[in-house]
């Protein structure tokens, strides 16, 4: 339909956007294999430059009680199988991008699979798209040349509205983007990401409800940030350092009322209460030495 990159250019009111539903399940991957092998991003380094630790107990126990808590919300859960070597697959929201069925005349959702930027992470791929194929997704490749796209680490659902908020930079291209608004019913906002530390749009932005988002502006350029105060009602900005120490904006609600969120972003959760929402509190501290947390541990989507 179309990709949009300015204020100027908008030309639909969010109220007036199709309405998609809520997710009422997610995908998670097995952390068996989970830990920091490599450094393809900052937050996998310590600061003399070498890889950070994992306790993988620990490591299990925190995914087994985020697991619990997505159960517990009434969320399905369905667990992709580990695969060796690969130690990021536990971040499974990254390796593809959903696109929900009411979309779509046949009523079938899509599915694109990323093309990740790190050679690392690309055998992720296969795997996560064949378990997504099996519950039923119509999987649809990119055609064009454009290098990179990775998923639900770029690629944000405004929740209870068909319109995707997509990040440039780091990991996405803009020309996958613009594939993406070509080929699909859909209106797609780009957001160029400028803080190293902030690589996905899922650790700087997270929509939280139909009319409410958590962001924090400094991840983004002045037509990023302009787009976003312009297009979500009730922005809620997330404390700086919990942004980029614990990546606050890595949060996740299903429902617009239950938010999901590492447990130490606590000035963070102190805003959301006060705006209403029903906070989770969660402990992620060996994934954010991976640089993920609540938000691409899982893969969100619709009814299939
Ligand atoms: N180590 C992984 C990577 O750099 C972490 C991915 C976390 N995902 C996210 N969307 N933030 O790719």
Redesign the pocket.
């Known amino acids: 339909m179309t990709l949009y990159r300015n204020v100027d250019e908008l030309d639909f009111r969010f109220a007036d956007l199709p309405r998609i539903e809520h997710p009422d399940r997610v995908l998670m991957a097995d952390p068996r294999d989970f830990e920091?092998a490599y450094a393809?991003?900052p937050?996998?380094v310590d600061e003399r430059g070498e890889l950070k630790r994992v306790d993988r107990e620990l490591a299990v126990r925190q995914w087994r009680a985020l697991h619990d808590a997505f159960a517990a919300s009434g969320l399905t859960v369905d667990v992709v199988a580990p695969l060796a070597k690969h130690?990021?697959l536990v971040?499974c929201?990254?390796p593809s991008l959903p696109l929900p069925r009411e979309l779509f005349a046949d009523g079938r959702p899509r599915l694109v699979p990323s093309r990740?930027?790190?050679a690392e992470?690309r055998g992720e791929v296969d795997h996560v798209v064949a378990a997504l194929r099996a519950l039923g997704y119509v999987v649809e490749p990119l055609r064009g040349e454009s290098e990179r796209l990775?998923g639900?680490?770029?690629g944000i659902w405004q929740l209870g509205r068909a319109l995707l908020f997509a990040g440039v930079g780091p990991?996405s291209d803009l020309a996958a983007w613009r594939e993406l608004a070509e080929r699909y019913p859909v209106r797609i906002v780009a957001l160029e990401l400028v803080d190293r530390a902030l690589?996905?749009?899922?650790?700087a932005f997270a929509s939280l409800s139909d009319d409410a988002c958590l962001w924090w502006p400094g991840a983004f350029d002045a037509r990023g940030r302009a787009l976003i105060e312009r297009l979500v009602p009730r922005p809620i900005e997330a404390d700086a350092d919990e942004s980029r120490r614990f990546?606050a904006c890595?949060a996740f609600s299903a429902n617009g009322r239950h938010v999901f969120i590492e447990r130490r972003c606590e000035r963070t959760i102190a805003k959301l209460v006060a705006a209403g929402f029903d906070v989770v509190p969660l402990d992620t501290s060996e994934?954010l030495k991976?640089?993920?947390?609540v938000?691409?541990?899982k893969l969100a989507h619709g009814p299939l």
């Open positions: 920091c393809i991003n937050h996998m130690p990021d971040f929201a990254n990740m930027a790190h992470r990775e639900m680490g770029d990991r690589y996905h749009l899922d650790t990546l890595n994934f991976s640089g993920g947390s938000f691409c541990m």
